[in-house]
């Protein structure tokens, strides 16, 4: 007969004070959450915040949402969604590796792209033009979660979800939360150099020889080496950070990308389709907003919120038919 033992969220707490490194975030010094709730049994805050996410409508519509290539038809490609599960995987070996707390790390990565628009960050442009400054995902991540779908995450969360992007200032308040960031940094670039590969835009040899010096192979030796430069000069430093000559290679990496892949002439086509099909879609229901789905209406909010949390919220093909039929087939 197997013996088992119960573990407590009092046996996590106590783990995590006695085991964590100093300057980790324990789940019993969370800032709370905007409606107080009685503590699970089992689970900590933050592991209570990870299961919400992982079960919340948002992170299953990333499946079908764009990473690079749009819509793809290989099976292959990295999505949203897959992209989101490599983060969070690599965000939890940094925070194993440094001491950090493991579930609001994993609760940071699992939804810091859920306000994603469709066609990645091409739709987020064509919904800027809509606003009085920049549409950013982050911020509609937070809204997914406070407003749209509520599922009342830790402070911490949240503000790991606000700034997991780099261009985001403040920058997050947690150790865990600067984990995502680099986290984030490490995957898109790592695989979406595999996906270019595979699609024949890119060769390998064609990437910069500093990546090749420093980091090997491409795929799994890339991940490594700089998963161990982040750990090697937090260590060093007392702060999440990652070693400079690592860093500047990234940077050269991620300017080549932009060059090659991302911003190559022979996307514009596609951006300029799915302009015309985030625009179309917010038009049409300006127009007629009672076709927006009663999920999407906050009627104590304006008509463009609305719609923009609608069309934001599609995944890629959604958008793609309700362009079809709404508007090809008028």
């Given at each position: 007969?197997?013996?088992?033992?119960?573990r407590t969220r009092q046996d996590a707490?106590?783990?995590?004070?006695?085991?964590?490194?100093?300057?980790?975030?324990?789940?019993?010094?969370?800032?709370?959450?905007?409606?107080?709730?009685?503590?699970?049994?089992?689970?900590?805050?933050?592991?209570?915040?990870?299961?919400?996410?992982?079960?919340?409508?948002?992170?299953?519509?990333?499946?079908?949402?764009?990473?690079?290539?749009?819509?793809?038809?290989?099976?292959?490609?990295?999505?949203?969604?897959?992209?989101?599960?490599?983060?969070?995987?690599?965000?939890?070996?940094?925070?194993?590796?440094?001491?950090?707390?493991?579930?609001?790390?994993?609760?940071?990565?699992?939804?810091?792209?859920?306000?994603?628009?469709?066609?990645?960050?091409?739709?987020?442009?064509?919904?800027?033009?809509?606003?009085?400054?920049?549409?950013?995902?982050?911020?509609?991540?937070?809204?997914?979660?406070?407003?749209?779908?509520?599922?009342?995450?830790?402070?911490?969360?949240?503000?790991?979800?606000?700034?997991?992007?780099?261009?985001?200032?403040?920058?997050?308040?947690?150790?865990?939360?600067?984990?995502?960031?680099?986290?984030?940094?490490?995957?898109?670039?790592?695989?979406?150099?595999?996906?270019?590969?595979?699609?024949?835009?890119?060769?390998?040899?064609?990437?910069?020889?500093?990546?090749?010096?420093?980091?090997?192979?491409?795929?799994?030796?890339?991940?490594?080496?700089?998963?161990?430069?982040?750990?090697?000069?937090?260590?060093?430093?007392?702060?999440?950070?990652?070693?400079?000559?690592?860093?500047?290679?990234?940077?050269?990496?991620?300017?080549?990308?932009?060059?090659?892949?991302?911003?190559?002439?022979?996307?514009?086509?596609?951006?300029?389709?799915?302009?015309?099909?985030?625009?179309?879609?917010?038009?049409?229901?300006?127009?007629?907003?009672?076709?927006?789905?009663?999920?999407?209406?906050?009627r104590d909010d304006t008509d463009l919120?609305?719609?923009?949390?609608?069309?934001?919220?599609?995944?890629?093909?959604?958008?793609?038919?309700?362009?079809?039929?709404?508007?090809?087939g008028r």
């Open positions: 007969m197997t013996e088992f033992k119960r707490e106590r783990l995590e004070a006695e085991l964590l490194a100093p300057g980790a975030t324990l789940s019993t010094e969370t800032r709370g959450r905007e409606t107080p709730e009685e503590p699970d049994p089992y689970r900590t805050a933050f592991e209570r915040d990870r299961d919400r996410i992982l079960h919340s409508k948002a992170f299953r519509r990333l499946k079908h949402k764009t990473q690079v290539f749009i819509d793809p038809a290989g099976d292959h490609f990295v999505t949203r969604l897959t992209h989101t599960l490599q983060v969070t995987q690599i965000g939890r070996s940094i925070a194993t590796f440094l001491s950090l707390n493991e579930p609001l790390t994993e609760a940071i990565c699992l939804g810091h792209d859920v306000g994603h628009a469709p066609f990645g960050h091409t739709g987020e442009d064509a919904l800027t033009d809509y606003v009085d400054s920049e549409w950013l995902h982050s911020q509609q991540g937070l809204r997914i979660f406070r407003t749209l779908e509520p599922i009342n995450l830790t402070w911490e969360v949240l503000d790991g979800i606000r700034a997991h992007s780099w261009k985001i200032d403040p920058p997050p308040s947690t150790p865990e939360g600067m984990v995502c960031r680099f986290a984030d940094r490490i995957a898109y670039l790592t695989h979406d150099v595999l996906d270019a590969v595979r699609a024949g835009i890119i060769a390998e040899d064609n990437l910069p020889a500093a990546a090749r010096d420093r980091f090997g192979e491409p795929g799994s030796p890339w991940i490594a080496a700089m998963i161990e430069a982040v750990i090697e000069e937090s260590i060093s430093t007392g702060l999440v950070a990652m070693q400079e000559d690592c860093l500047e290679v990234m940077n050269e990496l991620r300017e080549f990308m932009f060059t090659r892949v991302y911003l190559r002439p022979e996307t514009e086509a596609h951006k300029r389709h799915v302009f015309t099909v985030i625009h179309a879609l917010v038009d049409y229901f300006l127009a007629n907003p009672t076709e927006i789905p009663d999920t999407y209406r906050n919120n609305q719609v923009i949390d609608y069309v934001a919220g599609m995944t890629d093909r959604y958008a793609l038919r309700e362009y079809e039929t709404l508007l090809q």
